[in-house]
């Protein structure tokens, strides 16, 4: 039986060349270039302005719900790829069970929509 | 030992290693990319089990969209540094009582399991199609029609969720 892994072995070749530039490109800096510390540099920020605060502080509840609406919409995108690879051999009834999903998930764009959960300023 | 072999145990390792890095990290940040490592390497093993669509989903998803949630959530907590010294209270009691039984549950149903492959795994040619996404897709829009039409009602009941949730702050 060939092996299920076959088919990811460029997807190997792609994360050990990933690895590879990853730790090349950190020594070659510190081998080759200048160093020069000092404690401005060692700042977080070094856009001209001091650092305010914590990055750890709270963030607004809006981009909790961003990121479920991503989730949910994202789910949908994902049970169109079935779908789509099998658009001829399914045919119209495949074409009326997308339509009843998506049609669904319409409502809930237009509730969200509705809502004003989509605007970000308010 | 085979390559497959070899590389079960090397995923199933790192899995065991980075689900623990979950619990075991202090910083809830780095918690989060523990489990990210984690649903890295459970794509491994479905790759091996030639689930390969469910290791394609198991990256874009989880490890993609669930992960942005995780890390908002995380966020919205504003957890400190360290976070909260753990103490005994009738939560945590419970809490390791319900994985305690969970963990009984699942040696029980585990040691269940027949000793014997069932017949269709000796179907090489259907073991090697049923995982691709042609074939899930051609039996998810056909015999599995209603779970499908079922999940698009759970995605609304989801997006109505976070509206009414979220709704008096946004």
Known sequence: ?122 | MSAELVLFWVFAAAIVASAGGVIIARNAIASAMSLVACFFFLAGIYVLLWAHTIAALQVLVYAGAIMVLFLFVIMLLSLTESGPVAQLSPSRILGAVGTAGLLAALVGALLRLPKTLPTWVSDTAQVQRFGTIKEVGQVMYTQWLFPFEAVSLLLLVAIVGAVVVAKPRI
């Open chain 1, 1 to 122: 039986m060939e092996s299920p892994l076959v088919p990811y072995l460029p997807i190997l070749a792609v994360l050990l060349l990933a690895g590879l530039m990853a730790m090349a490109i950190p020594a070659l800096t510190t081998r080759l270039g200048p160093r020069s510390v000092n404690p401005i540099k060692s700042e977080s920020f070094e856009c001209g302005n001091p650092t305010l605060g914590t990055a750890r502080q709270r963030f607004a509840v809006k981009f909790y719900v961003v990121a479920l609406l991503f989730i949910v919409f994202d789910v949908e995108a994902v049970f169109l790829y079935p779908w789509a690879v099998n658009f001829r051999a399914l045919g119209w009834f495949g074409y009326g069970t997308m339509l009843m999903f998506a049609s669904t998930l319409v409502m809930g764009l237009v509730y969200i929509w509705k809502k004003g959960a989509l605007e970000w300023e308010s």
